[in-house]
């Protein structure tokens, strides 16, 4: 096989990719895809979960000497091929490129459709505006093997006299293979277009959130219109509570930190996502260690703590912390407030979460400060 079939795969992967860590989290992604009622149920994952069932197929050969195993095997793989191609414009129609356009005079394509149509798909064709007169017949030839289809075809054309058809089964492979590879480059020409706009324009976002001189209520409207997908990572990330919490930093520091947490993570999921960007694009850089991302080291504001209200871990909170994030009635505030009855800084936090149980900027400020008052403190 000329054509390693590990080339469609990869490529496959970088397309499905896209379309569930762009498509399905960004606004502006969408705008190039079509986005729909249709594309937005199981349709993507169902082509996806398709082509794995059916990949490997392609590369099994029959061992089988039986003259009917050869006819069960050929008929099988033709079809194969024959539904991949037609997921291949399932695929297109999802990135908004025309299938018929691109696709309508590739050779490759054309002649193993011809050879399915004619072998399985109508072994006998009649012409509807022919008074349904008969056009040809087809059946299997005696020289059908393993490495060979081989069928016979009777046509009105040549007075229904009997012709030999062969193809080996490698060329049959070589070409699909080649309309695969084909295909999906065609849909990462249209993706590498999305993507270079998307990255430049989250540089752009980057490079203003970490310019001090522009006001962060003013970043907002941007972040909200590049990289929305930021507002489901915490239940402090939206765009009002972050402008009361801005306003409110010099109050205490549970606000400073929940401030520094959304901005550190942010810049955290912008270069990221920009590494990602590349990875799609440039996946031979990656692949050899270039260009490869490191996650920035994050800082989060550590205010000043005296040995009395030092928190002496024992244990591995964790568990609890989610329960308390959850509002749980038996790992909730009475809790902590028992394992840290001494600490004055815990407690103060425990007491706001308390007296403000309804508020989602009151508790989840205090939560968040709280998570990093017992669980980060101790490597400090």
């Not at 003013?218 to 909200?224: H, Q, R, S, V």
Request: charged share 30%; with cysteine.
């Amino acid at each position: 096989m000329k054509v390693p079939i590990n080339d469609a795969k990869e490529k496959l992967n970088r397309i499905s990719d896209v379309w569930f860590h762009f498509a399905w989290e960004f606004k502006s992604g969408r705008s190039d895809v079509n986005f729909n009622d249709d594309t937005k149920t199981t349709y993507f994952g169902d082509i996806l979960s398709y082509f794995s069932d059916t990949f490997d197929l392609l590369e099994k050969r029959n061992s089988s000497k039986s003259y009917q195993d050869h006819a069960f095997f050929f008929t099988g793989i033709m079809q194969i091929i024959y539904v991949q191609q037609d997921l291949i414009g399932e695929l297109m129609y999802a990135f908004k490129l025309d299938k018929d356009k691109l696709l309508g005079n590739d050779l490759n394509r054309n002649i193993n459709r011809e050879i399915r149509n004619e072998l399985i798909g109508h072994p006998i064709r009649r012409n509807k505006k022919d008074s349904n007169s008969l056009v040809s017949t087809v059946i299997f030839g005696n020289k059908l093997s393993h490495e060979k289809i081989h069928y016979v075809r009777y046509s009105k054309e040549n007075s229904f006299v009997g012709v030999e058809v062969g193809h080996a089964l490698s060329d049959v492979i070589e070409r699909h293979l080649i309309f695969l590879n084909t295909s999906f480059d065609l849909i990462l020409k249209k993706i590498s277009v999305i993507l270079l706009r998307f990255k430049s324009q989250t540089l752009k976002l980057q490079k203003t959130i970490n310019n001090r001189r522009i006001d962060f209520l003013k970043k907002l409207g941007l972040i909200d219109q590049l990289f929305e997908t930021i507002w489901k990572e915490n239940h402090l990330y939206r765009k009002k509570l972050l402008v009361q919490i801005y306003k409110r930093i010099k109050e205490h520091k549970r606000y400073q930190f929940a401030f520094d947490m959304f901005l550190n993570e942010l810049k955290k999921s912008i270069s990221e996502r920009i590494a990602w960007v590349d990875k799609i694009l440039f996946p031979e850089k990656i692949n050899t260690g270039i260009n490869r991302f490191t996650p920035p080291k994050i800082n989060f504001i550590h205010g000043p703590f005296s040995k009395r209200n030092k928190v002496n871990i024992k244990r591995d909170y964790n568990y609890e912390l989610g329960k308390l994030m959850e509002k749980h009635p038996i790992w909730g505030v009475s809790f902590f407030k028992e394992q840290f009855s001494k600490n004055k800084v815990v407690l103060l936090e425990l007491d706001n979460m308390t007296q403000n149980e309804d508020s989602v900027l009151e508790y989840y400020c205090s939560y968040e400060y709280l998570r990093f008052l017992i669980l980060d403190r101790k490597r400090h």
